[in-house]
């Protein structure tokens, strides 16, 4: 009995001791000397992003999941300055936009072989985008400025065509694979999605001015945020993270303990989201990167091995197979980062190593009597 119940201790705290630790830390490579923007993250632990260099070319990054860095390759275009990246498919094909910022814009996707691209479209490209993570069909949002109007297309590698969606101020921030969308109202900055259909909005709650749904998984669980006036005028205070659920509707996700407001980037087909906390110090504010499981948030600082180097300041993205991707610290330089779910052992495994930490606790008693 006694071996039992020693047996049963030694397992459960080899048990949680592991659970302390449940991601590797993988720096993304500077694009060239310069930085980059993280945009998008696949299931193979493949990151895109925006990089511009220390001699001030611009274009479009891919990472691999080892955090070499590559650029994609940019056809000519007269006229176009933003090389965009929208996001990255789990079979690899890079989409996004070229853009002459607030005139036209060209839609491309790349296979890592060639190149395709749209017709050009009127408005400007940076307003909304998202795109289907299996097919990688874009669906985009444009501001044309001379209309004074949102409008939507849809590109299936071959001819954008306008779509009739939802209404047409509104701004497009994500869809899933079953044809579920997420974005805001541009006239009174009210979130909106529309699934099966059916078109659900979530006004600004008390003291907040603006709220959006930034993303949305398979089982039509959407994430997003709601701000303050005093975070548009200064970035500092106050930020709500949101949760939709088609059973609970729509709820306020805790902040990690001891920071004022939170963001969310994405959220999983586990329905795992991702973003940061913020915090405030005597001189001023930092984040840290935080992820939030059946609600509740949990500090990815925590999740890492101690001495790392790293500080997880924010996180943008989380693949459906645990891949996370963010910007930090490491030994005080800014990085971005790739945090990969770190295996862990079985029951088996640990129930071995504890067996022979008992056997041999029992040996050491034997001799000593």
Same mark, same amino acid.
């Given at each position: 009995?006694? =071996?039992?119940?020693?047996?049963?201790? !030694?397992?459960?705290?080899?048990?949680? #001791?592991? #659970?302390? =630790?449940?991601?590797?830390?993988?720096?993304?490579? @500077?694009? @060239?000397?310069?930085?980059?923007?993280?945009?998008?993250?696949?299931?193979?632990?493949?990151? !895109?992003?925006?990089?511009?260099?220390l001699?001030?070319? &611009?274009?479009?990054?891919?990472?691999?999941? &080892?955090?070499?860095?590559?650029?994609?390759?940019?056809?000519?275009?007269?006229?176009?300055?933003?090389?965009?990246?929208?996001?990255?498919?789990?079979?690899?094909?890079v989409?996004?936009?070229?853009?002459?910022?607030?005139?036209?814009?060209?839609?491309?996707?790349?296979?890592?072989?060639?190149?395709?691209?749209?017709?050009?479209?009127?408005?400007?490209?940076?307003?909304?985008?998202?795109?289907?993570?299996?097919?990688?069909v874009?669906?985009?949002?444009?501001?044309?400025?001379?209309?004074? +109007?949102?409008?939507?297309?849809?590109? @299936?590698?071959?001819?954008?065509t306008?779509?009739p969606?939802?209404? *047409?101020?509104? !701004?497009?921030?994500?869809?899933?694979?079953?044809?579920?969308?997420?974005?805001?109202v541009?006239? &009174?900055?009210?979130?909106?999605?529309?699934?099966?259909?059916?078109?659900?909005?979530?006004?600004?709650?008390?003291?907040?001015?603006?709220?959006?749904?930034?993303?949305? &998984?398979?089982?039509?669980?959407?994430?997003?945020?709601?701000?303050?006036?005093?975070?548009?005028?200064?970035?500092?205070?106050?930020?709500?993270?949101?949760?939709?659920?088609?059973?609970?509707?729509?709820?306020?996700?805790?902040?990690?303990?001891?920071?004022?407001?939170?963001?969310?980037?994405?959220?999983?087909? *586990?329905n795992?989201?991702?973003?940061?906390? +913020?915090?405030?110090?005597?001189?001023?504010?930092?984040?840290?990167?935080?992820?939030?499981?059946?609600?509740?948030?949990?500090?990815?600082n925590?999740?890492?091995?101690?001495?790392?180097?790293? =500080?997880?300041? *924010?996180?943008?993205?989380?693949? @459906?197979?645990?891949?996370?991707?963010?910007?930090?610290?490491?030994?005080?330089?800014?990085?971005?980062?790739?945090?990969?779910?770190?295996? +862990?052992?079985s029951?088996? +495994?640990? #129930?071995?190593?504890?067996?022979?930490?008992?056997?041999?606790?029992?040996?050491? *008693?034997?001799?000593?009597?």
């Amino acid at each position: 009995m006694k =071996v039992g119940l020693t047996l049963a201790w !030694v397992l459960t705290i080899a048990i949680s #001791a592991n #659970a302390s =630790v449940q991601y590797n830390v993988i720096a993304l490579q @500077d694009f @060239d000397g310069g930085d980059g923007v993280l945009r998008g993250l696949n299931n193979n632990g493949q990151t !895109v992003g925006w990089g511009s260099t220390l001699t001030g070319q &611009n274009g479009t990054i891919l990472w691999s999941n &080892n955090g070499a860095a590559s650029p994609v390759p940019q056809p000519p275009f007269t006229g176009m300055v933003d090389w965009i990246p929208y996001g990255i498919t789990n079979s690899g094909v890079v989409v996004g936009a070229y853009s002459a910022r607030s005139t036209t814009f060209t839609l491309f996707a790349w296979d890592g072989h060639n190149t395709y691209v749209s017709p050009q479209i009127v408005g400007d490209a940076r307003t909304g985008f998202a795109f289907n993570s299996t097919t990688g069909v874009i669906s985009v949002s444009t501001f044309a400025g001379t209309t004074n +109007e949102d409008r939507a297309y849809t590109w @299936d590698w071959r001819q954008p065509t306008q779509i009739p969606f939802v209404a *047409s101020d509104h !701004v497009l921030t994500a869809t899933n694979n079953l044809g579920s969308t997420t974005g805001y109202v541009r006239a &009174n900055s009210t979130a909106w999605l529309s699934i099966g259909g059916q078109v659900f909005t979530y006004s600004p709650p008390s003291g907040y001015v603006t709220t959006r749904f930034i993303d949305i &998984n398979d089982n039509n669980i959407a994430v997003g945020y709601a701000l303050s006036s005093s975070d548009i005028t200064n970035n500092t205070q106050s930020r709500l993270a949101l949760l939709y659920t088609p059973d609970a509707g729509v709820t306020i996700l805790p902040n990690l303990a001891g920071s004022f407001a939170s963001g969310i980037g994405s959220i999983n087909n *586990s329905n795992v989201a991702v973003g940061y906390s +913020e915090f405030t110090t005597p001189t001023g504010t930092f984040s840290h990167g935080a992820e939030w499981i059946d609600g509740q948030p949990y500090d990815l600082n925590s999740l890492i091995p101690a001495g790392s180097g790293w =500080v997880l300041g *924010s996180t943008g993205y989380i693949s @459906d197979t645990g891949y996370i991707v963010g910007s930090g610290t490491y030994n005080g330089t800014i990085m971005n980062y790739l945090l990969v779910p770190a295996p +862990e052992p079985s029951t088996g +495994e640990l #129930a071995v190593a504890a067996l022979g930490f008992v056997l041999g606790r029992l040996r050491r *008693s034997s001799q000593c009597v």
